[in-house]
């Protein structure tokens, strides 16, 4: 690989203080930082005379520390420093990909504009970064694994027996350094930073080909291009203040063993670390005081870059990468505008969210952060109020179904999300016919529209017996049928999936007011079913129309109902939580928080 030339100055002294704070970023007129890469496309052919730099990522002592979410703040710091950003995120189970575990075991499944099904950190990569990924930005081992039988049933390795070391191994490097050099944009950008995070927990047996990648990768690159950051948790017992630092001492103790050494260790902590407990991290960890870094309880996740930037950082990661951070970066001024005003809103909005995995908020994680970000824009700060479906059905609890019906009609706004499977479906049509008779801001996303038009036929149109086809298969009428393209023997990858083009009503709508007048837009989907096309004619004779349909005409996507009808009244069959950014809020969810909070439905919100 060929050599960057790189300006190199001292660090600038990094900020201690680990306290919180908001007030407005200094002010730098034309800061001189090092020069990133040509602006020049670039490409795996032609490639920059500049060499990636690798920041990688590792957990300790338990998974569940918010490695994702450390890992996107360092980014939005290196972003804010002018720097482009890639990410990849490394999940050493064996499925090849998200797209059918369990929401309950694994949360939601991130769906990019390829079609990939991911682990949700990569939806906290594109939110904080505000960029697009591919599906090979999630290594598996699932993946490489099958990578590397189908070159051996190929003849590649020309007779050699295939083992873990070297070939495992060497196709994850191969891997992490084509995407690494993937570019970012249509204009062939690439990055000069690749952050890496590695899931799981240093020490777990399916790391460990991964674990011994990154150590021989960071000899391939070179010490000045690989820096490695392990966050670990420093627990404090409930009847006492101490902090306890043994059980990250033990963790950088594993990590070392497998021949990677943190220069930075994030610690997890309920409250700010003390300075005893980082000398001594640092003492036993052989990392400067400055390296060890209080990643304590903030009040929103997105307070996480603040605190990171208080604390240097940036500037720890620049010196050790060779990259001169000037006094004044990182800049990021709508950052802590967008905090500010978080923690400032006052005025609550209750939306109520009427699912079925309502057990673990993870399984909705991109809703739950659409709202977060809507509700930011609207100045206001967002109660969710979780309902059980199929606690608002007959068969319910009696005690349970009335405090779930309580919640519902507590609400500003209903919103129906995406899922799969039969039960709950009849609690989420009363919850629609609530919505849609009590004028109720509402919001169907995919399974939500098909429920919206299930709830239309039986309760509008006197088709009782109206279902989808995924829950009755003799159901009549099918208001929602199997799409034809779709396999019903095989799961994994075989749903329409990734980002389609909608083509919106050229009559005044409400999507096409969220869309700025937008004639089409391209959203992200993830579904088997479809709302009947031979249906379609008797469904608008009772108020809703249809909006939004695919290119052909043939395939029904946005489904509203009139604004003298209803205030706010939208169903998608896309995924617009998928792209939602913590700056830009998806369409959808705004006009949702518009309607909610009395405001008229507008494209654009403050950011």
Request: charged share 20%.
């Amino acid at each position: 690989m060929s050599k960057r030339s790189i300006p190199l100055s001292p660090r600038q002294p990094a900020k201690r203080s680990s306290t919180l704070t908001t007030t407005p970023a200094e002010e730098v007129s034309s800061p001189t930082v090092f020069q990133p890469r040509s602006s020049t496309p670039a490409s795996r052919a032609t490639p920059s005379s500049s060499p990636m730099k690798y920041i990688v990522v590792t957990g300790g002592i338990l998974s569940g520390l918010g490695k994702g979410i450390t890992a996107s703040s360092i980014s939005v710091l290196l972003q804010g420093c002018g720097w482009r950003v890639n990410m990849i995120k490394i999940d050493p189970y064996l499925n090849v990909d998200a797209g059918t575990m369990s929401p309950y075991e694994h949360g939601e499944t991130f769906v990019l504009d390829d079609g990939g099904e991911t682990d949700l950190d990569l939806g906290n990569y594109e939110r904080f970064l505000d960029i697009r990924l591919k599906s090979n930005n999630n290594i598996t081992t699932g993946k490489v694994y099958q990578s590397v039988i189908n070159k051996e049933r190929q003849g590649k390795y020309l007779g050699k027996t295939v083992q873990v070391v070297p070939h495992i191994v060497e196709e994850i490097m191969e891997w992490l350094e084509t995407v690494s050099h993937q570019p970012l944009d249509e204009d062939g950008h690439e990055a000069d930073v690749c952050v890496v995070e590695l899931g799981g927990t240093v020490g777990d047996i399916e790391s460990m080909p991964f674990i011994e990648a990154l150590r021989q990768l960071q000899y391939r690159v070179g010490a000045d291009n690989f820096c490695c950051v392990q966050v670990t948790l420093v627990p404090q017992v409930s009847d006492s203040s101490e902090q306890k630092t043994k059980p990250t001492q033990h963790a950088v103790k594993e990590l070392r063993s497998s021949g990677l050494a943190p220069e930075i260790i994030c610690c997890r902590c309920s409250t700010p670390l003390k300075e005893s407990a980082r000398r001594k991290l640092a003492l036993f960890c052989q990392v400067p005081d400055s390296h060890v870094i209080s990643v304590h309880d903030v009040s929103n996740i997105y307070a996480v870059p603040l605190l990171l930037e208080h604390q240097g950082i940036a500037s720890i990661i620049g010196e050790k990468l060779g990259m001169y951070v000037p006094k004044g970066m990182p800049r990021i001024p709508q950052w802590r505008a967008l905090v500010g005003r978080m923690e400032n809103a006052t005025q609550i909005v209750k939306i109520a969210v009427i699912g079925k995995y309502t057990a673990g908020s993870d399984a909705y994680l991109s809703v739950v952060r659409s709202l977060q970000h809507a509700s930011a824009a609207v100045d206001r700060k967002l109660e969710i109020l979780w309902v059980e479906a199929s606690d608002l059905e007959d068969c319910a609890d009696g005690a349970t179904r009335k405090n779930c019906w309580g919640m519902v009609k507590s609400a500003n706004g209903i919103l129906v999300p995406g899922g799969f499977g039969e039960r709950g479906i009849d609690g989420m049509v009363r919850a629609v016919q609530y919505a849609r008779t009590s004028k109720i801001p509402f919001l169907g996303i995919c399974l939500g529209l098909q429920v919206a038009v299930i709830e239309a036929c039986r309760n509008q149109l006197n088709m009782p017996g109206a279902n989808s086809e995924e829950f009755n298969r003799e159901a009549e009428p099918k208001a929602v049928v199997f799409m034809p393209e779709g396999s019903k023997t095989h799961m994994g990858g075989t749903m329409r999936l990734g980002s389609r083009e909608t083509v919106l009503t050229d009559a005044p709508c409400i999507a096409r007011t969220l869309y700025a007048g937008q004639n089409s837009v391209f959203e992200r989907h993830r579904h088997r079913y479809e709302v009947n096309p031979d249906l379609v004619s008797q469904i608008e004779t009772c108020g809703l129309r249809f909006t939004g349909k695919d290119t052909l005409g043939e395939r029904m996507e946005i489904v509203e109902m009139p604004k003298d009808m209803h205030p706010f009244f939208l169903a998608c069959q896309y995924h617009p939580e998928f792209q939602s950014r913590v700056l830009r809020p998806s369409p959808p969810f705004l006009g949702l928080l518009q309607a909610s909070t009395g405001k008229d439905v507008q494209p654009t919100a403050k950011a």
